[in-house]
């Protein structure tokens, strides 16, 4: 056993970019059954980190940039860049809809997105020229603000819906996700939104497919 995991650690390093090892994390833990030591519940992963498991260990791991969820029972994980290389262990991959890495936004950056996916839709239902900036696929979104303070969600397509949550250690959970399931109320599936916090900005629309139930993590999450 030593020995396959000497080489999974060899064979996983090699296929992890340099540049990968030391910056964005690859991955989020939506979910841990049993002693497993270094990662918890709704914790970021990076690239090259080694997760034992054991033999009654499991986690579920959601990829930021693959959309892939997968869950692991047992054995050795290397959390890669896209997915991760196991050993001894039984996994089961999925690919989840979800809209990749979220990209930020500067107020300038964010009214004009808000305003061209509106006047988009205005002019034609059919166009995609101007798509939103990121798609959610779940009601109840998942924002990592990273801290407390107000949270403020407006329609784009429709006047007058508005949320402005305050936020603080009871409402996030870790200290840095506000689930809107929990904290405010759920969003219209089809609807295009902004939403700020803390001078920061995402422009995004909920799918018309969207989960009326949570979810995975990341077919509703939403980075500042």
Do not use: W
């Not at 579920?60 to 860049?81: A, D, P, Q």
């Not at 784009?156 to 996700?177: N, V, W, Y």
């Amino acid at each position: 056993m030593r020995s396959l995991f000497v080489a999974l650690i060899g064979s996983a390093l090699l296929i992890i970019p340099a540049a990968a090892q030391v910056s964005a994390p690859a991955a989020i833990v939506e979910d841990v059954k049993g002693e497993v030591p270094g990662v918890e519940f709704m914790d970021y992963v990076l690239p090259g980190k080694v997760i034992k498991l054991g033999a009654k260990g499991e986690i579920v791991l959601n990829y930021l940039n693959s959309c892939v969820r997968e869950t692991i029972k047992g054995g050795v994980v290397i959390v890669g860049t896209e997915q991760s290389k196991v050993s001894l262990a039984d996994i089961q991959s999925d690919k989840i809809d979800c809209a990749g890495p979220k990209p930020m936004l500067s107020d300038s950056e964010a009214s004009q997105s808000a305003a061209t996916a509106f006047r988009s839709i205005a002019v034609s239902k059919r166009s995609s020229a101007a798509a939103p900036v990121v798609a959610v696929y779940s009601v109840v979104p998942l924002f990592d603000v990273a801290g407390k303070g107000r949270l403020v969600i407006e329609r784009k397509d429709i006047a007058g819906e508005r949320q402005d949550i305050a936020l603080d250690r009871k409402t996030l959970a870790k200290g840095r996700f506000a689930d809107l399931g929990k904290v405010g109320k759920p969003l219209a599936a089809g609807g295009l939104y902004a939403a700020s916090f803390g001078g920061r900005h995402i422009v995004f629309k909920v799918a018309a497919t969207a989960r009326r139930d949570e979810g995975p993590v990341i077919g509703r999450l939403l980075r500042f």
